[in-house]
């Protein structure tokens, strides 16, 4: 659990300090929108490869051809038996294709965005950063956010007061270094 009331590193006072998520999801009292646009959530990241995402699709489109030809392999006709196995086969490796195309293809998109220094390059890096705002905390009063020294990792300290323009850029990098150190391990005070 939070506590309610953690003091700002610029001003050492908790009077107007909230969670980052509290202010930005709501609260009593709004935020100017240019504020609220800095403070944001990170959004879930774009399908990195759409490509990969259709040949997925393909792939899990063959369960249901796969389920009726499977059917008459147990047929006691011999046409329809060695029909289904050859059907079968063919589904399957029609599948089994589509699945193998989707990974490739995905695995090329995320070697192109780690060239390119992008980053999360998963769903679970991007839960993690998400988990990272979720420990952010803002002072209304100074207009900085700042990580208090129990909210990350156990060794990890307290940051100092960050402008609001950097907000996001601390976000991922703060998420890179605990994706490297071994993911979050939270410890209340
Ligand atoms: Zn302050």
Redo the contacts with the bound molecule.
Sequence with gaps: MSPTSVP?P????SD??VPVSVAVLGGDTPLDPAVRAQLDVPREPKSLSPGSTVLFVLAGLQLLPLLMVLGGIGDPDPTVRNFSLIATLLVLALGIGFATAGRLVLNAARARRRAQGGWPLSYDQWTLVHKVWRAAWL?R??Q?AFFPAWSLRPDFPASP?LQLPHFQDWLTETSKQIDLAGGLATTAP
């Design positions: 700002c610029a001003c050492a006072t107007r300090t002072c009063a100074c900085v007061a």
